[in-house]
């Protein structure tokens, strides 16, 4: 069935570095490719999204590729910052009413 | 705020008991998601309504769960005869057609 994996499940940077999560999904149907941030308690919320017609967006600090044939897309943060620490979920879906998401990476910016 | 709202935040309930979740989507949202989030995982997808017809209804809930959305504006999801298992974050969302989802900040459930 439908699968979203992502790598790693934790990371630790020191502030200033860059920081990239990974994520492979399994349906060749799924076109929109969604990141979300969530704190501790607090709701997921989106950060960045990119389509299957595109293959890199970014947005300040934050950027997502997009490797179609190999079904992978990345998230890339620049100049971290403490308050970037936070699980990064990635998603995908083929634009319908259902996203796949991933297991989450829980990122922690050392000050 | 007029983001997607839930409520309540909290539920503490004991093993048996029937709770019910209310949620609120963004306005002119006619689309409205229900997740489960358990600690350590990301978002599981547990049924749809477009406006106020629930379109499906995954196989990861059980028929002590049912969700409402009848006039096509908020909806509610209630669990009936709750289990220790069923304890989770409770999250909804809600979309225009099928663009970006935004999430409530959810409504957790402890069952003791």
């Known amino acids: 069935g439908e699968n979203v994996e992502q790598h790693p499940s934790t990371l630790s940077v020191q502030e200033g570095d860059s920081a990239v999560i990974k994520c492979t999904y399994s349906d060749s149907a799924s076109n929109y490719f969604p990141w979300y941030k969530q704190e501790l308690g607090k709701r997921p919320q989106l950060i960045i999204d990119i389509r299957s017609n595109v293959g890199e967006k970014k947005d300040q600090r934050i950027a997502v590729t997009l490797n179609k044939t190999a079904k992978h897309f990345s998230l890339h943060i620049t100049e971290t910052q403490p308050e970037d620490s936070a699980v990064y979920f990635c998603a995908a879906t083929s634009g319908t009413y259902k996203y796949i998401f991933g297991t989450g990476t829980r990122l922690k910016v050392l000050a | ?112």
């Open chain 2, 1 to 112: 705020d007029t983001g997607v709202s839930q409520n309540p935040r909290h539920k503490i309930t004991k093993r048996g008991q029937n709770v019910t979740f209310r949620c609120d989507p963004i306005s002119e949202h006619n689309r409205l998601y229900w997740y489960r989030q358990t600690l350590g995982q990301g978002p599981e997808f547990l049924t749809y309504f477009q406006n106020e017809a629930q379109l499906e209804k995954s196989r990861l809930l059980s028929d002590r769960f049912s969700a409402e959305r009848p006039k096509g504006s908020f909806s509610t999801l209630e669990i009936q005869r709750t289990e220790q298992g069923d304890s989770a974050m409770y999250l909804c969302a809600s979309s225009f057609n099928g663009n970006t989802i935004y999430f409530g900040e959810g409504s957790w459930l402890t069952v003791v």
